[in-house]
């Protein structure tokens, strides 16, 4: 009993002192972004002309547009890729070829980010340069980007799918499934809460992500017309513009960090919603 | 196809059921079974007859699970298992060149020990393993998966919730809704590895009801720990034991013969509870 109560109090204050730091982070962006949210309405940060905070227009949208087309585009293609690799290891791949691909991708999610960032900075954007100038673009955001995110929606995959438990498949071999049909109607269904929250985890790395995006993307703040055209993220302006900004300029940088947050948050509450749907 | 039918021994001529037709549906020869260099079944000859009960009684490891699952050649999954023999289904070798493994799963359903619905919805449960074998039509689907309710005496407690988990089910709802899936792709033989033993009592008493009364529109070849139960559902009743860790057949016969006046001495005291 004494130790039961030891162990639940350190529980709650642990549980404490980790929600306490989200809200005093949040706490921060808040007080730090207040200069400006105090002076402007929330309005300017839509329908301003441009970025351009030393004359005091602050639009985000160009960069909020920056930031969801590079990771939708990289979700794209990394949701399909990444459930491919984990169905691969799991249902489709020689027990031995199984292992090695698992590790090979489990070696990729452990690279940093940026060698990622400089990899795409030497190779891949002078190689999409050569086909559409300049290169430095949306395209190599993406591209970098997925190599990142890939590795996540794969391993999260191959963890829910290894889970579903075997007499499941016993249960579908009997009733003379296909390997596909029981792939299709048990495994996945039967993983979906896991794969979801995998996908989900990688969507929050993938709006987060700052410096294999800033080094590849090129960082012109505009509305991409393709995608060869440069772009910069919220998380990239940030980084470029902190050492230098001040005042009103540094608060509207607090602001981008409060959107991007705040986008996370909206994807944390879809999870929720998945959790709610789930087993249907 | 009656060709091998004295190849063992019957007990006196009780008499049985109409339903059950002494006419063999499955025919195994010569079943010997290994688990790498573990041999698990040792030289099984047995024939099944066509809409009876029969019940595979003896006890833990002497093959009966092994024996069951070389039928519907599900011991295909098992890494490092092979079988010599051979094992007919209505004349046909299951292990023929041209026999269809989907096919044959198709023909012989199987409900295991533990009931495992599909973390799906009931309804979706059913509707599955019939999309997947081409039964897509919607009204003809829904047909089936209200017959098959009705079969298990289920319809009545989840029609208005269809589209629930199928894992909110209690366990004996859960069970009875493995043998409708079972029954939904209509197969002649129902395979059973202990159907009632992760049940409680009454659930249990539930699902041996609706066995017994599945009797001679399917063939049910059914592994039980539960000897009363075999006795009281079973027509025939086939006896495995173990020696030297390997699984043999000892007695096969009508139901009432091996628990009444058995052959082997080994029979009489396993149904007697001196053994095993």
């Known amino acids: 009993m004494q130790t039961d109560r030891l162990l639940v109090g350190f529980l709650r204050v642990g549980a404490m002192v980790s929600a306490l730091v989200m809200l005093l982070i949040l706490l921060f962006l808040l007080l730090e972004s207040w200069p400006v949210l105090s002076q402007l309405s929330l309005l300017r940060f839509v329908v301003d002309t441009s970025w351009h905070p ?33 169905l691969f290891i799991v249902f489709f791949a020689p027990s031995y070829v199984a292992s090695l691909y698992r590790r090979f991708i489990e070696l990729f999610a452990g690279i940093p980010s940026v060698v990622f960032g400089f990899w795409g900075l030497t190779t891949l954007v002078p190689l999409i340069g050569e086909w559409q100038p300049p290169g430095a673009s949306l395209l190599a955001g993406v591209t970098v980007l997925t190599l990142m995110v890939l590795p996540m929606v794969a391993l999260t995959a191959y963890t829910a799918l290894a889970a579903v438990p075997e007499e499941l498949f016993r249960n579908a071999a009997a009733l003379g ?59 990239a302006n940030i980084a470029l513009e902190m050492a230098y900004a001040m005042g009103d300029h540094r608060a509207a940088l607090f602001v981008s960090g409060l959107l991007l947050m705040a986008l996370v948050m909206v994807l944390s509450g879809m999870a929720g919603l998945v959790e709610k749907q789930s087993h249907v | 196809m009656n060709t091998n039918r004295d190849a063992f021994t019957l007990g006196p001529l009780e008499s049985g059921p109409a339903c059950c037709v002494p006419q063999p549906i499955i025919q195994v020869k010569n079943l010997s079974l290994r688990y790498g260099d573990k041999i698990a079944l040792d030289n099984v000859t047995l024939d099944v007859f066509k809409g009876c009960i029969t019940a595979l009684i003896g006890p833990s490891g ?37 026999n269809n493994v989907q096919a044959l799963r198709r023909n012989i359903g199987m409900v295991f020990q533990k009931p495992t619905p599909f973390p799906l919805s009931v309804r979706r449960n059913l509707s599955l393993p019939l999309n997947e074998h081409g039964v897509i ?140």
């Open chain 1, 54 to 86: 030393l004359e005091g227009a602050y639009n985000l949208m160009p960069m909020l547009s920056g930031t969801l087309l590079a990771s939708l585009g990289a979700l794209l293609l990394a949701i399909p890729l990444g459930i491919a690799s984990a």
């Open chain 1, 177 to 235: 499934l296909s390997r596909w049909g029981m792939v299709r109607g048990v495994a996945l269904p039967a993983a979906r809460t896991g794969i979801i929250a995998g996908i989900i985890l990688a969507a929050a790395r993938a709006l987060g992500e700052t410096m294999a995006v800033l080094m590849v993307a090129g960082n012109v703040v505009q509305y991409p017309e393709s995608v060869f055209d440069p772009i910069r993220t919220l998380a």
């Open chain 2, 137 to 276: 039509k919607k009204s003809e689907v829904a047909a089936i998966i209200e017959q098959v309710l009705q079969d298990v005496g289920l319809w009545g407690e989840v029609c208005d919730r269809l589209d629930t988990p199928a894992l909110s089910l209690s366990g004996g709802q859960q069970q009875r809704l493995c043998i409708a899936r079972a029954l939904a792709l209509n197969p002649e033989i129902l395979l059973m590895d202990e159907p009632c033993s992760a049940l409680d009592p009454i659930a249990s008493g539930v699902v041996e009801d609706l066995i017994n009364r599945l009797q001679g529109r399917y063939t049910i070849v059914i592994v039980t720990h539960n000897l009363a139960q075999a006795r009281r559902i079973a027509n025939y009743a086939a006896f495995f034991w173990v020696r030297e860790r390997t699984g043999q057949l000892i007695e096969f016969g009508r139901c009432q013969h091996i628990f009444e006046s058995p052959n082997h001495e080994l029979t009489a005291a396993f149904v007697n509870g001196h053994r095993g």
């Open chain 2, 62 to 98: 002497c093959g009966k699970t092994s024996f069951l699952s070389a039928i519907n050649r599900l011991t295909d999954l098992i890494p490092g298992c092979s079988i010599n023999g051979r094992i007919l289904i209505n004349g046909q070798d299951i292990h023929a060149a041209n």
